[in-house]
């Protein structure tokens, strides 16, 4: 279970890295998007993965560390505001600046260099 | 009793409360209400900010349990010395914004004082706060408040800014998220005091995750700061933001500052057995870096607010320098440098605030222009901003260069500190020189446009202005003020055995 654990939060922190590393807005929100996926399960799994541990106490054999859990629910909510928040702020800048890529104008094409 | 028991939760709740407030009926969407309302409550947190100092200087460290959950478990707010200087410090750094922002630069947009309020909430929180999973939380909410306080007004440049300052704060927040989860998982616990004391029981194969982790929130409080090769969105979005958020910008890379200045001295700090000095390499080379970068980006500004930005920048080389040093003295040093560069700086954003508005066209760009309508007044406020942000006497900056070049007197990097800090003098004594010719002297034709800046407004780049002499002819118990609170920091074992002690009965 670690192992697929582990390489589905590589797999994720990968793709979300390459995706911010582009220079147009979308992929850059879908790849802050992915990492902070990434991000929650990896904070998910500090607490130990455990399989049938509730996080109270005496309901059940073992129990499961509940500050992670804790942290995941707060990480999770901070970071949906901020998706929101950088989506808008992505829509704006399509329509102040005319085109979507993050520096706000669009590299010179190879047409234009030649 | 009551009030001085929940004393440190004050200067985060009073803010949070105010900023809520302003949104409700009948101070909803009323501007006089509005700016008569934070003004109030922007005094009361000077003062009380003011008490909580005097508190933690006489009676020691002042610890909050919130639920009355003892450490290690609950989440601790700590007033200690430091904490409770650099609260003051934002509580009269937002008095000035604030009293700038009247003067017409709250008009630009909407709820400007909630997010004001909001955003002090948020960098009081980061100073005060004892857990670091909370430090993240108070670090989400100051940054949500300084996105829609960086556009606010709108226009080009401060979106394509904007879109830089967001996206990267974004990535830097999973980063620090990632360093929170290697470190709970090794040390099994996110308050900082209970985490200095785990760092002494790691086995060999944690060592190396931990060492990870550590330098990781490096990384993400550097982004911060703006530490050499993570500074780059700092110059244009400080240049491109509207003058009073700027000025409250200058404490935000100061929040980072004080994160590595407590997080790499408390737990891995010089006493944190294999960790110990985890930040030190790194921090010396890159704080010397930027302050380089500073200095060449101060000689290259074509305008005086990115030529403010990057005097920030060198601030935070020289801040940095002073964390490299590891040493109370040099921290003292740093502390004293840090009041006054945040203080100056701001300051140097509002006037250029001011002075882009009078010159009309050209605005703070340092090019030929109409004259200023106030060129006396300006150019005096001027001269001291520039004086006291160089380091000549008789300002404040004189009093912390001279005291960080004494803590680095003995020390074997006094070769590589001494000349890079004192060309960075050079360099902003030569920018500023020119930026002040260009700007009072060199104009042409007459002004007839424009508006006289007003007296509320002037006095908010006063207030910031007099903070210097003021901390010079109150040099003495600044200073020993600062020393006790760096040896306060550097002495773990007691802030341990406060923190944890009260816990334990």
């Given at each position: 279970?670690?192992?697929?654990?582990?390489?589905?939060?590589?797999?994720?922190?990968?793709?979300?890295?390459?995706?911010?590393?582009?220079?147009?807005?979308?992929?850059?929100?879908?790849?802050?998007?992915?990492?902070?996926?990434?991000?929650?399960?990896?904070?998910?799994?500090?607490?130990?993965?455990?399989?049938?541990?509730?996080?109270?106490?005496?309901?059940?054999?073992?129990?499961?560390?509940?500050?992670?859990?804790?942290?995941?629910?707060?990480?999770?909510?901070?970071?949906?505001?901020?998706?929101?928040?950088?989506?808008?702020?992505?829509?704006?800048?399509?329509?102040?600046?005319?085109?979507?890529?993050?520096?706000?104008?669009?590299?010179?094409?190879?047409?234009?260099?030649? | 009793?009551?009030?001085?028991?929940?004393?440190?939760?004050?200067?985060?709740?009073?803010?949070?409360?105010?900023?809520?407030?302003?949104?409700?009926?009948?101070?909803?969407?009323?501007?006089?209400?509005?700016?008569?309302?934070?003004?109030?409550?922007?005094?009361?947190?000077?003062?009380?900010?003011?008490?909580?100092?005097?508190?933690?200087?006489?009676?020691?460290?002042?610890?909050?349990?919130?639920?009355?959950?003892?450490?290690?478990?609950?989440?601790?707010?700590?007033?200690?010395?430091?904490?409770?200087?650099?609260?003051?410090?934002?509580?009269?750094?937002?008095?000035?914004?604030?009293?700038?922002?009247?003067?017409?630069?709250?008009?630009?947009?909407?709820?400007?004082?909630?997010?004001?309020?909001?955003?002090?909430?948020?960098?009081?929180?980061?100073?005060?706060?004892?857990?670091?999973?909370?430090?993240?939380?108070?670090?989400?909410?100051?940054?949500?408040?300084?996105?829609?306080?960086?556009?606010?007004?709108?226009?080009?440049?401060?979106?394509?800014?904007?879109?830089?300052?967001?996206?990267?704060?974004?990535?830097?927040?999973?980063?620090?998220?990632?360093a929170?989860?290697i470190l709970?998982?090794t040390l099994?616990?996110?308050?900082?005091?209970?985490?200095?004391?785990?760092t002494?029981?790691l086995?060999e194969d944690q060592l190396a995750l931990t060492k990870a982790g550590g330098l990781l929130l490096l990384?993400?409080?550097?982004?911060?700061?703006?530490?050499?090769?993570?500074?780059?969105?700092?110059?244009?979005?400080?240049?491109?933001?509207?003058?009073?958020?700027?000025?409250?910008?200058?404490?935000?890379?100061?929040?980072?500052?004080?994160?590595?200045?407590?997080?790499?001295?408390?737990v891995f700090?010089?006493?944190a057995g294999d960790l110990a000095s985890l930040a030190?390499?790194w921090?010396?080379?890159?704080?010397?870096?930027?302050?380089?970068?500073?200095?060449?980006?101060?000689?290259?500004?074509?305008?005086?607010?990115?030529?403010?930005?990057?005097?920030?920048?060198?601030?935070?080389?020289?801040?940095?320098?002073?964390?490299?040093?590891?040493?109370?003295?040099?921290?003292?040093?740093?502390?004293?440098?840090?009041?006054?560069?945040?203080?100056?700086?701001?300051?140097?954003?509002?006037?250029?605030?001011?002075?882009?508005?009078?010159?009309?066209?050209?605005?703070?760009?340092?090019?030929?222009?109409?004259?200023?309508?106030?060129?006396?007044?300006?150019?005096?406020?001027?001269?001291?901003?520039?004086?006291?942000?160089?380091?000549?006497?008789?300002?404040?900056?004189?009093?912390?260069?001279?005291?960080?070049?004494?803590?680095?007197?003995?020390?074997?990097?006094?070769?590589?500190?001494?000349?890079?800090?004192?060309?960075?003098?050079?360099?902003?004594?030569?920018?500023?020189?020119?930026?002040?010719?260009?700007?009072?002297?060199?104009?042409?034709?007459?002004?007839?446009?424009?508006?006289?800046?007003?007296?509320?407004?002037?006095?908010?780049?006063?207030?910031?202005?007099?903070?210097?002499?003021?901390?010079?002819?109150?040099?003495?118990?600044?200073?020993?003020?600062?020393?006790?609170?760096?040896?306060?920091?550097?002495?773990?074992?007691?802030?341990?055995?406060?923190?944890?002690?009260?816990?334990?009965?």
């Open positions: 279970m670690e192992a697929l654990y582990a390489f589905c939060v590589g797999l994720l922190t990968a793709c979300g890295v390459f995706l911010t590393l582009r220079g147009r807005s979308f992929p850059v929100v879908v790849g802050i998007t992915l990492l902070s996926y990434a991000v929650n399960l990896f904070l998910f799994s500090s607490g130990r993965l455990k399989m049938d541990g509730a996080a109270v106490l005496g309901a059940s054999e073992s129990y499961a560390d509940p500050l992670p859990q804790a942290l995941v629910l707060t990480a999770i909510v901070i970071g949906f505001a901020m998706t929101a928040f950088v989506l808008i702020l992505a829509m704006r800048s399509r329509a102040d600046l005319g085109n979507d890529h993050v520096d706000g104008r669009l590299p010179p094409s190879p047409k234009d260099q030649k | 009793m009551m009030l001085t028991q929940h004393l440190v939760s004050l200067p985060i709740l009073l803010p949070l409360l105010a900023g809520c407030l302003l949104l409700l009926p009948p101070l909803a969407n009323n501007l006089p209400r509005h700016r008569a309302f934070s003004l109030a409550v922007t005094l009361v947190m000077v003062a009380v900010c003011a008490w909580l100092l005097q508190v933690t200087h006489t009676q020691g460290m002042q610890l909050y349990f919130l639920g009355d959950w003892q450490p290690p478990f609950g989440i601790i707010f700590v007033g200690d010395r430091i904490s409770a200087l650099l609260v003051l410090l934002t509580s009269l750094l937002l008095l000035g914004c604030m009293l700038y922002a009247t003067g017409g630069e709250d008009t630009t947009g909407l709820h400007f004082y909630p997010l004001m309020m909001f955003q002090a909430a948020g960098i009081n929180g980061a100073f005060l706060t004892g857990d670091l999973f909370n430090l993240f939380v108070f670090f989400e909410v100051l940054l949500i408040a300084s996105y829609s306080l960086l556009i606010h007004g709108g226009g080009k440049q401060r979106t394509q800014s904007g879109m830089h300052y967001v996206i990267l704060n974004l990535v830097g927040s999973s980063l620090f998220l990632f929170l989860g709970y998982g099994g616990t996110l308050n900082i005091a209970d985490m200095a004391m785990k002494h029981e086995s990384l993400v409080f550097a982004l911060k700061a703006a530490l050499l090769p993570l500074h780059f969105w700092l110059p244009r979005t400080y240049a491109s933001a509207s003058p009073p958020v700027a000025a409250l910008f200058a404490i935000m890379t100061k929040v980072g500052i004080y994160s590595i200045y407590r997080v790499h001295t408390l700090g010089p006493q030190q390499p921090l010396w080379p890159f704080a010397l870096l930027t302050l380089a970068a500073g200095m060449i980006g101060v000689l290259a500004s074509p305008s005086l607010r990115l030529l403010a930005a990057n005097l920030v920048l060198i601030s935070v080389g020289t801040l940095l320098v002073a964390a490299a040093l590891e040493s109370p003295e040099a921290m003292a040093a740093g502390l004293y440098y840090l009041l006054h560069s945040t203080l100056i700086s701001a300051a140097l954003f509002l006037l250029a605030g001011v002075i882009g508005d009078q010159r009309g066209k050209p605005g703070d760009r340092l090019v030929v222009g109409r004259p200023l309508l106030q060129p006396r007044l300006l150019g005096t406020a001027f001269f001291i901003a520039a004086m006291a942000v160089i380091g000549l006497p008789p300002f404040s900056g004189f009093l912390g260069k001279v005291l960080l070049l004494q803590a680095a007197e003995t020390t074997a990097e006094m070769g590589w500190m001494w000349p890079t800090l004192l060309l960075g003098s050079l360099a902003s004594l030569i920018a500023l020189s020119r930026a002040g010719t260009t700007l009072f002297w060199r104009v042409s034709g007459n002004n007839n446009q424009g508006e006289a800046a007003g007296l509320l407004q002037l006095s908010g780049i006063a207030l910031l202005l007099f903070c210097s002499p003021l901390m010079v002819v109150f040099g003495g118990p600044i200073t020993e003020l600062t020393l006790l609170a760096a040896e306060d920091l550097f002495n773990t074992q007691k802030t341990l055995e406060s923190i944890l002690g009260s816990g334990g009965n």
